[in-house]
């Protein structure tokens, strides 16, 4: 069970209002992101253009926990780190709670509010300090006097299940409390948006349980919103409320996630589906997913789906098919059903 630590008590007191305040209005939106990195170029070969993600739109209401899900190379990680402020999206903008990020690298208002967790804990967590310094340094931003930053940092630990730990350092701990460490690092600053890039995907299947489990507590405690990325969907459909499917650097489909489950539209979402191990559906064979994600260095024409899809039509080789609202909070980007 997570008990808070006394510091940020005031924080701690308005995110217990805005619990019995819910709402969804955006808290964090991603508006028509597009991020292109210049690849190659020696002696021999030019410079290539890579588009990663192409003219992507999300929100985040307080709150809420939103999947993004797609194959390796989609470019999850990349929304992610645009998401957070990592990185500058080449177009588009970032608000959050009401006006834009700053700019990758420059000083941030935003710091600590925006929190990511990655799939390898052991590359945030710097192997030379005790982990309760490691979770201690992100309050050095908060002016907190260091005994109090330790004690802050104890406190934490003991939430996520390690407590009297803190002396210890990183290579002493297994892959699923490494990973508890990395989210009480995120927790401390008390942030309104964890990014989640791949969080259970190289635990054991009784620690994912666990893990989730205990993002999912910290959740409810502090109003936490999650932007919860998986090429797992069914990671996803356990954590998450809305689902985005993306597909080489675009969003295919968006819907509720009980809408996903049941009433897919876009061929690749039925795809992933078909390939769940539990999934039961009609004309599952069908819809396997066929060949390579291709190359985001020469992007297929038209629909970007078009050479695996099932269902391949001859518009679909001549027009981009259009983002499209199909049913409540329910869109995709499919020639289908028009
Ligand atoms: N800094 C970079 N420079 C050049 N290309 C990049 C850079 N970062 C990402 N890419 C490319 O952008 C594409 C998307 O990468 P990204 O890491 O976002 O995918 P992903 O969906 O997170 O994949 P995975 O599931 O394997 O983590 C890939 O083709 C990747 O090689
Ligand atoms: S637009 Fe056409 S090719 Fe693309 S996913 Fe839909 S049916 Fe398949
Ligand atoms: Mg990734």
């Known amino acids: 069970m997570l008990i808070f630590p006394e510091c940020n008590v005031e924080q701690r007191s308005q995110k217990t209002t805005r ?68 990185l500058s999206p080449s177009q588009g903008r970032v608000v959050f709670d009401g006006r834009d990020l700053p700019p990758a690298g420059a000083k941030s208002w935003a710091v600590g509010r925006i929190q990511m967790i990655f799939q390898d804990p052991a590359s945030s967590l ?24 330790k004690e802050c940092a104890d406190a934490i630990l003991a939430d996520v299940g390690l407590a009297g730990v803190g002396d210890r350092y990183p290579h002493e701990f297994s892959g699923g409390q490494r990973q508890r460490i990395a989210i009480a690092r995120a927790l401390i600053t008390r942030p309104d948006v964890i990014i989640c890039d791949e969080p259970v995907s190289a635990l054991d299947a009784s620690v994912q349980a666990q893990t989730l489990n205990l993002l999912r507590d910290a959740q409810t405690r502090l109003y936490l919103a ?7 969907l069914a990671v996803v459909g356990f954590f998450c409320r809305r689902i985005l499917v993306m597909y080489l650097g675009q969003i295919v489909e968006e819907a509720p996630t009980e809408e996903i489950f049941t009433a897919a539209v876009h061929p690749f979402t039925q795809a992933l589906l078909a390939a769940m191990p539990n999934f039961t559906r009609k004309n599952k064979a069908d819809n396997v997913l066929r060949g390579e994600l291709p190359s985001p260095l020469a992007l297929p024409n038209a629909c970007h789906f078009h050479p695996r899809c099932p269902k391949v039509k001859e518009i679909c080789r001549k027009e981009a098919p259009p983002w499209r609202e199909i049913g409540q909070r329910h869109y995709v980007r499919c020639w289908q059903l028009l």
């Open 226 to 232: 999650y932007l919860f990325i998986s090429h797992n």
């Open 19 to 86: 619990l019995s305040q819910a709402d969804d209005s955006p808290l964090l939106c991603l508006e028509h992101i597009t991020q292109r990195f210049s690849v190659g170029g020696s002696l021999w070969s030019r410079k290539k253009t890579l588009t990663a993600v192409d003219d992507v739109s999300l929100t985040l209401a307080r709150g809420e926990s939103v999947g993004l899900v797609g194959e390796s190379g989609c470019g999850k990680s990349t929304v992610g780190r645009i998401a957070c402020g990592l």
């Open 126 to 149: 710097n192997p030379r300090l005790c982990i309760r310094s490691s979770v201690a340094e992100a309050l050095i931003s908060k002016n907190m006097q260091c005994e109090k930053r």
